[in-house]
Structures are given as C-alpha cells and as structure tokens.
C-alpha cells in the first residue's frame, strides 16, 4: 500500500501570514500612534508645568539695590512663560485669555472647560498677584502663575478615550510662590526672609 505524504504549499503559507498580518495591522498603527500621542501629551505638560514655575520665579525675585522687584509686572511675568515654553509656541501660543493684564481664578482644579481656550494646541496663562483681581502688580505676598493648556491628540481614537466628547484634553499647572524680601533686624544681625 502506498502512503500518500501531502505537503504544505508555500502559497497557503504566504496567504495566511498576509492575513494575520492585515489583522494586525491596524492593531500595531494604533499602539505606535497611541505612544505617540501620550508621549505628546507629557511632553506638553512638563513643559507648562516649567513654564508656570519660571513665571512665578519671575514675579519674586528680590532686588535688594532697588529694592523691590523691577520686573514683577505681568508683560514681564508672560514674556517668561513664553520663553520658557518655546517648544510649545511653535504649536499654538501661550497668551492671556482677557483685555486685563492680572487674571486669579475663581476656583480649584479642576477648572471649568470655559477657562480654557477654544483653540487647539493653545494655553492660556493666568497671573494673580497677591491673590486679587485688582492687582497688576508689583505683587507684595505672592504670586501664582497658571497655565491652562488645550491639547488636541493626534489619534482620534485616543482623544475619544481620554479627551471626553470633545476629543480634547485638558492639561493645567499652576505654580503658587511667595514674594521675596529681605528684612534686617538689627538686634540680632540676622537677615530673614518674608
């Protein structure tokens, strides 16, 4: 009797690795895409969070020759911020969101989503001095710098997931820091900081 061997064609196996491979495709483009994305996302947040910081930085240093702070005024404080995230400008500017120089939020985090701008890849930078609206500084207690960023994924899918209805993520910093000011007491010849 004669035993018949049957041999798998390379055809077959070629036909069958294109279609698990057309199976996963879209699988694998999603993954990349979606590491992107969220390496974007962080990028954008490190980036806001720094520029928040230097603006606060900005807004308290102390000058003991003046002495005050020459350069505690919002242009000064926002020109910072620019600065500091100059990565992001090319992508949508950091700017404030009204005519008056000296914004503070009324509320905590998380903000409403009318603090934030419409437009894609934009922030907006908020400045309170001193915890009042009708301070444009110098800023004489503190001074808070906050950035809130719209992002836009790229991968539509992602900012569905993560985004709300509106495919957008929020992103915000917000940095909290005090005035500097050099006192002298004389009795003890000691320098303390306020």
Same mark, same amino acid.
């Given at each position: ?32 895409? @979606?590491?992107?994305?969220? #390496?974007?996302?962080?990028?954008? =947040? +490190?980036?806001?969070?720094? &520029?928040?910081?230097?603006? !606060? ?10 002495? @005050?702070?020459?350069?505690? #005024?919002?242009?000064?404080?926002? =020109? +910072?911020?620019?600065?500091? &995230?100059?990565?992001?400008? !090319? ?104």
């Amino acid at each position: 009797m004669a035993v018949r061997r049957h041999r798998c064609s390379n055809a077959g196996r070629r036909g069958q690795a294109l279609a698990e491979t057309a199976i996963l495709f879209p699988l694998l483009m999603l993954l990349v895409l @979606g590491s992107a994305d969220l #390496g974007r996302l962080f990028f954008a =947040a +490190v980036e806001i969070t720094n &520029a928040a910081r230097e603006g !606060a930085r900005q807004g308290v240093i102390y000058d003991p020759s003046l002495p @005050g702070n020459p350069n505690d #005024g919002y242009p000064q404080v926002l =020109a +910072v911020v620019q600065g500091e &995230a100059i990565d992001l400008q !090319a992508a949508g500017a950091l700017q404030s969101p009204i005519a008056s120089p000296s914004h503070c939020l009324p509320s905590s985090p998380p903000y409403a989503d009318s603090y934030y701008p419409s437009t894609p890849n934009s922030g907006w930078v908020y400045v309170c001095f001193d915890g009042s609206d009708g301070a444009t500084g110098p800023a004489v207690d503190s001074i808070r710098v906050t950035i809130l960023y719209n992002a836009t994924p790229i991968t539509p899918m992602l900012g569905s997931l993560i985004g709300g209805s509106s495919g957008n993520l929020h992103l915000y910093a917000s940095s909290l820091m005090v005035v500097q000011g050099a006192t002298c007491h004389a009795a003890s010849r000691r320098w303390s900081w306020r």
